[in-house]
Antibody, heavy 125, light 111 residues
Framework: EVQLVESGGGLIQTGGSLRLSCAAS????????MHWVRQAPGKGLIWVSR????????RYADSVRGRFTISRDNAKNTIYLQMSSLRVEDTAVYYC??????????????????WGQGALVTVSS | QSVLTQPPSVSGAPGQRVTISCTGS?????????VHWYQQLPGTAPKVLIY???NRPSGVPDRFSGSRSGTSASLDITGLQAEDEADYYC???????????FGGGTKLTVL
């Protein structure tokens, strides 16, 4: 059974730092790209960051680039999101998600086939 | 402002049918990228409901179906049940943005 379990959320003041972890199990972790998606209270889903299967490539949303760093440890089946210079607008539930990619019509498609339960990050001024 | 546009809310009585639209553009759905739908029950994480525009993961009732045409996609729910009350999100890929994009979400209320 695939499981993604986030940890590390909490209450932090603006300008502070926090590291989220996501422990994966039930699948061959090193074969999959992984992402972080966040959801502010009462709002929709927003993509935050992604990392490729071996950690050699990562990308970020404009809103977090330069402040957040995604990484992974395939030996521990875990991904991380190091968040710094936190802002009130970073307050959200952060979901760790598995990327399922496939090709079709000469395009590469992807969707999120498994989600963690989420980690709440609250940034207070 | 989401790249994919969904109605904020839809509603229907038990047993009825509702449709949730997801409108994109020539750089995402119109470019041929598949659309995927997620259901988020109150207080829980989203789960995939429809993938690759029309496919249901195992365990998803056939009351849920998806379609895609041009720059839009739709999620149809027939035989509405109380437990279908949830938020629904569409997702695709945008070639211009080179990344995953979501719709703003639609709240389904079962009357």
């Amino acid at each position: 059974e695939v499981q993604l379990v986030e940890s590390g959320g909490g209450l932090i003041q603006t300008g502070g730092s926090l590291r989220l972890s996501c422990a994966a199990s039930g699948f061959t972790f090193g074969r999959f790209w992984m992402h972080w998606v966040r959801q502010a209270p009462g709002k929709g889903l927003i993509w935050v960051s992604r990392i490729n299967h071996d950690g050699s490539e990562s990308r970020y949303a404009d809103s977090v680039r330069g402040r957040f760093t995604i990484s992974r440890d395939n030996a521990k089946n875990t991904i991380y999101l190091q968040m710094s210079s936190l802002r009130v607008e970073d307050t959200a539930v952060y979901y760790c998600v598995r990327d399922y990619g496939y090709s079709g019509n000469n395009l590469w498609h992807k969707y999120y086939d498994f989600w963690g339960q989420g980690a709440l990050v609250t940034v207070s001024s | 402002q989401s790249v994919l546009t969904q109605p904020p809310s839809v509603s229907g009585a038990p047993g009825q049918r509702v449709t949730i639209s997801c409108t994109g553009s020539s750089s995402n759905i119109g470019a041929g990228y598949d659309v995927h739908w997620y259901q988020q029950l109150p207080g829980t994480a989203p789960k995939v409901l429809i993938y690759a525009s029309t496919n249901r993961p195992s365990g998803v009732p056939d009351r849920f179906s998806g379609s895609r045409s041009g720059t839009s996609a739709s999620l149809d729910i027939t035989g509405l049940q109380a437990e279908d009350e949830a938020d629904y999100y569409c997702q695709s890929h945008d070639g211009s943005l080179s990344g995953v994009v979501f719709g703003g979400g639609t709240k389904l209320t079962v009357l």
